[in-house]
């Protein structure tokens, strides 16, 4: 980097460092890209400032904060797809438990009762948990309230879904449990859901 200083490496890696990416060596790899960037602009006759500008255009058009969201999604986009694969077949499981067990309980056949405990095993840990993750990732840049929302709710029909289960095996706490998802929901999903609904409406 013969043709930087160590004013303009300062002035590149103090950028850089104020920028909201939280990866150091991402940081070093950027200081690094746009240093080598700007030093073959200034090669051509242009100051230190145009070859600045000219290297965060093509580095980073729209802004290095980009960058980071861009990594951040790559690096999960495995995730989420594998998240939303696992959503959809234990959405369809579930489906075809839940015709399956009407199925036995019309026929009155056996198996019925088995059909419908592994129906709700699907849905309170596949299906309800990939759903959430799903929806609650989508917030992840939103308010508070907006991800609390999906939290109480999550939590509120998880606890109705053991209560079913409970309650079809005639287990004991089955009252308990039903009572601490009633208060989950109108104490704490519903408000939450409400509140947006009227701020919506005044906006």
């Known amino acids: 980097m013969s043709n930087l200083t160590d004013e303009n490496v300062e002035f590149v890696t103090q950028i850089i460092n104020d920028s909201k990416i939280k990866s ?8 690094d890209h746009f240093c080598c960037a700007i030093e073959e602009e200034m090669k051509k006759g ?10 965060y255009q093509n580095i980073c058009p729209d802004g290095l904060d980009e960058i ?13 797809k594998a998240m939303k694969r696992l959503m959809y077949l234990s959405g369809y499981l579930a489906l075809i438990g839940m015709t399956t067990t009407l199925f036995f309980r ?22 309800l948990p990939s759903l959430f993750m ?29 209560f079913a289960i409970f309650r079809m095996n005639h287990w004991s706490l089955s009252t308990s449990i039903f009572l601490a998802a009633i208060v989950i929901i109108n104490f704490a999903f519903f408000p939450f859901l409400f ?9």
């Open 24 to 31: 150091d060596e991402m940081k070093e790899d950027l200081i």
């Open 195 to 203: 509140f947006k609904m009227y701020r919506k409406s005044v906006e």
């Open 46 to 55: 242009l100051s230190f400032k145009k070859s600045y500008d000219k290297a």
């Open 134 to 162: 799903n929806l609650y990732k989508r917030e992840l840049t939103k308010s508070t309230s907006d991800k609390l929302k999906y939290i109480f709710g999550f939590i509120g029909v998880e606890l109705l879904m053991v």
């Open 106 to 127: 019309f026929s009155h056949l056996s198996y019925g009762g088995i059909s419908l405990f592994l129906t709700f095993v699907i849905l309170i840990f596949l299906f």
């Open 68 to 80: 980071q969201r861009e990594t951040v999604y790559l690096l999960t986009f495995k995730n989420i």
